[in-house]
């Protein structure tokens, strides 16, 4: 059989494979113009892309434009800090680049930008792979920013992860590198970003954790706020120790691998604990007096403006003596739980039996007509204790369950040395006086919670009398729970504190002496419209004859209103008016009582003039206040003579006898209204107060460097009780504060003036001069007596009051 053979197959010519070479080439060709055609549409895309986003964007800052939010600092006049002002979000302290240590900038730039010191502002690898996976994974854009980057989205742009404010943010940051240097962006990078608790910038954050300034931080420190930029609140030391040390690790081993440190520092700073500062100690007297700072802060913004007062970063350095501060707030908190003790306030009022307590609640819920109002005071039953959860329920009538809210005043709560455990200050069927205060909520009126029938309120106010800086202030018991301040916004009726200024007003006019006589006896005075009004005194008793010292320092009233009406009233509110009384005045006899009100921080001020020798001045609160930017605005206090200083020296000498005591009639030594107060050992001069029914109760007192003025009242102006006079009430807080001021000082004198004054021997019972038998007082020159004291067996003391006060 025989096969086929195929026919050789013939070689390709020269002209087809010229062909085949040239559709390759004419391919190629096509292929680099449709890759450059789609290179172009790209760019173009891309350059669209960028223009489309880049439209209104804010206008880029210069270093000289970057004042971001800061702090403002309150501070006493010995340099504590003791108050802060701030926007939420504005907790920052600008710090200058180079006070900021090397290794803290290292550490942030290991964390977050080891390569921020050569590119651009643009890590554009990181960036295209953020866009993939975000392309991919359908996430917003996350990581990869450059520190440029993290700038421009923390003072220029939002924080939103978007692609459109990624793109805004590369054109923003490309542009930032061109119109500031490195160090710029570093330092306005430093100060903005935020670090925790509230805190941006590095100086914040390093007071907070480490309670030192950030140029004293170490290599610990300094990678431990760097680490924690990736996640402030989850890398908090504070709360997430060990993440925050994981965190720490990275950023130290950062600094190694990118050659900011020796291998041996990194071993060293790694193995190290982490070490935070006592918060307590940090700012240990932040806070210690609020309504000063209180008061500051709404004269600062009445002065400069909200904005500049909470964003401005100012330095506010105040006249607050921090030992003084804490003194008066503790001698008023003492005061009024005293108070609190005599008249059962914020305690139980008494223990029912079991076989009472059916008929008690039986009784009360009768009596109940409607709701429980909020403005009513009740009885409340005790029914339930449980001193492990800190609780008290009680009932009022069919009202159960209700929560008794344990307030600060309440002892059980840990103030004071007299602490008691809440199962021994309450117990099942006490009764207790309270008010309704917090309703359970929706359509439902009754309330779930009472609180104790509030006690009174205190102020106090502390100044210098030649300065005039205020070094004390307390406007109540607790501003955490009443921000009204008494001692600068409470308008009460001064009482006979007032008398002080009618017998100034009289001594000037030299109508009076220390030695002029006064019947105390009843009398009826012509008042307003034909009405008619008889004065009486506290204690319900006349005393005959007395003179002008012991009238003022025993505070008899009958005597205080004749002095009035020999001065009359003009010259009387005139006087006030010249040593520094703003508020309005009573023009009727009731004036020299204090029925004129006015806050305890203004009759306090008239007692300065006294105090410093006649001269008037402002109450003072800040010594300077400096911005940022280095200016500085000083506070002094313009002072003028309103009263010759012999006469401030007088009527001061009368006002000593209210604490030292007198010479009666008698010729014996009688007690003043604040005689308590000679057992400190220092010479005080002042006056006690009171108002009808005990509304009020003062003690406005001084020394030669310090007047004080203490009030005590309740804020619905109920009575504080019978017997509760201003030397009971408020002299004692007086007491407590002077005796914390005046510790370890010696006592210093009222120095009299050189001239305007003269002194004689006076008869205790006629006021004349004493040929034997009398005792020294002073006078201005021409008033002392020229008439001698008349022999005892000459006249009887009937004939001597009919001869003197015959009408």
């Known amino acids: 059989m025989t096969r086929n053979k195929r026919a050789p197959r013939k070689a390709p010519s020269k002209t087809s494979k010229r062909s085949g070479a040239s559709i390759l080439f004419k391919i190629l060709k096509w292929l680099i113009l449709l890759g450059l055609f789609a290179g172009v549409v790209g760019v173009s895309a891309l350059a669209s892309i960028f223009y489309y986003y880049g439209r209104d964007l804010p206008e880029l800052l210069k270093r000289d434009d970057y004042e971001p939010q800061q702090i403002s600092r309150v501070y006493a006049a010995s340099g504590e800090m003791i108050g802060e002002f701030f926007y939420t979000g504005g907790r920052r302290t600008v710090v200058a680049l180079e006070d900021i240590p090397q290794i803290v900038q290292f550490a942030f730039m290991a964390a977050e930008d080891a390569d921020f010191m050569v590119h651009s502002g643009i890590d554009y690898i990181g960036m295209v792979r953020a866009f993939y996976l975000a392309a991919r994974h359908d996430t917003g854009l996350k ?6 980057q993290q700038l421009v989205k923390n003072i220029i742009l939002t924080p939103e992860r978007s ?7 590369i054109i923003l940051a490309r542009e930032l590198e061109r119109n500031l240097t490195k160090q710029d962006i570093l330092y306005m990078y430093l100060n903005t970003i935020y670090l925790g608790h509230g805190n941006n910038g ?97 004269s600062l913004v009445e002065r400069y403006g909200e904005e500049k007062v909470y964003t401005g970063g100012l ?57 429980l109002e909020t403005t009513q005071v009740y009885e409340a039953l005790v029914t339930a204790v449980d001193a492990e959860k800190n609780l008290v329920e009680v009932q009022i009538g069919p009202h159960k369950a209700l929560q008794l809210s344990l307030e600060p005043r309440t002892r059980v709560l840990g103030e004071g040395k007299d602490v008691k455990a809440l199962a021994e200050a309450f117990q099942k069927g006490h009764v207790v006086r309270v008010m309704p205060f917090e309703r359970v ?60 200024l009618v017998f100034g007003a009289a001594l000037e006019e030299k109508i009076i002496t220390p030695s002029t006589l006064y019947l105390d006896s009843p009398t009826v005075f012509q008042m307003h419209a034909g009405k008619t009004w008889s004065p009486k005194n506290a204690d319900g008793q006349w005393r005959g004859p007395v003179r002008v010292r012991e009238a003022l320092a025993s505070s008899r009233n009958v005597v205080a209103v004749r002095v009035l009406d020999d001065v009359t009233i003009p010259k009387a509110i005139a006087f006030a008016r010249k040593i520094g009384v703003k508020s309005p005045l009573v023009d009727n006899y009731t004036m020299v009582m204090g029925s004129s ?62 604490v030292d005591g007198y010479i009666n009639r008698e010729g014996k030594r009688a007690a003043g209204t604040a005689g308590s107060l000679r057992a400190i050992g220092h010479p005080f001069a002042g006056k006690t107060g ?22 005590v009242g309740f804020s619905d102006n109920r009575s504080l009780g019978d017997k509760e006079y201003g030397g009971r009430v408020a002299t004692p807080i007086f007491g407590e504060y002077m005796k914390a001021v005046l510790k370890d000082t010696p006592p210093v004198a009222f120095e009299p003036p050189t001239s305007g004054l003269t002194s004689a021997q006076i008869d205790p019972a006629t006021g004349k001069l004493s040929r034997a038998g009398g005792f020294d007082e002073i006078f201005l020159i021409g008033t002392a007596p020229t008439d001698y004291a008349t022999s005892s067996t000459d006249n009887s003391a009937e004939d001597f009051i009919f001869d003197q006060f015959k009408q």
């Not at 330095?315 to 804490?326: A, F, G, P, Y």
């Not at 509030?454 to 729970?481: C, K, Q």
């Open 315 to 371: 330095r506010i350095h105040t006249t607050l003596d921090l030992k003084s501060q804490e003194a008066a707030e503790l001698a008023v908190r003492v005061g009024l739980r005293d108070y609190d003790t005599r008249r059962k306030f914020y305690r139980p009022q008494r223990k029912l039996a079991d076989k009472d307590v059916a008929p008690f609640v039986k009784k009360q819920t009768d009596g109940l007509k409607g709701p």
């Open 441 to 500: 909520g929706g359509e439902d009126q009754s309330f779930k919670s009472v609180r104790f029938e509030p006690g009174p309120e205190g102020a106090l106010i502390s100044i210098d009398p030649f300065s005039r800086e205020v070094v004390a202030l307390v406007g109540g018991y607790s501003f955490a729970h009443n921000q009204y301040d008494n001692a600068t916004q409470a308008r009460r009726q001064t009482g006979s504190a007032f008398k002080s």
């Open 597 to 658: 009100e006015m806050p305890p921080i203004e009759i306090t001020n008239v007692y300065a003039t006294f105090a410093s020798g006649g001269l008037l001045g402002e109450p003072r609160y800040l010594r300077r206040v400096e911005s940022v930017r280095g200016h500085r605005e000083v506070f002094t206090t313009e002072t003028q003579p309103v009263i010759a200083p012999e006469v401030a020296y007088l009527l001061t000498s009368i006002l000593i006898s209210a």
């Open 143 to 148: 990581g990869t920013s450059t520190i440029t």
């Open 690 to 711: 009171t108002t009808n029914e005990s509304k009020d109760a003062w003690f406005i007192g001084y020394t030669p460097k310090n007047v004080t003025g203490v009030w």
């Open 202 to 298: 590095v100086e914040e954050a390093s007071q907070f954790l480490f309670g030192k300034s950030i140029k004293q931080v170490n290599l610990t420190e300094a990678a431990l706020l760097a680490g924690m930029t990736q996640s402030p609140e989850r890398l908090t030391p504070l709360r997430h120790p060990e993440a925050a040390k994981r965190r720490r690790s990275y950023v130290l081993r950062q600094l190694w691998e990118k050659g900011f440190i020796e291998e041996a520092a990194y071993r060293a700073a790694d193995e190290a604990p982490i070490v935070l500062a006592d918060r307590a100690a940090v700012f240990p007297d932040r806070g210690k007096a609020p309504y000063f700072n209180e008061y500051v802060r709404k």
């Open 163 to 169: 692609y459109q404010r990624k793109i805004q943010e």
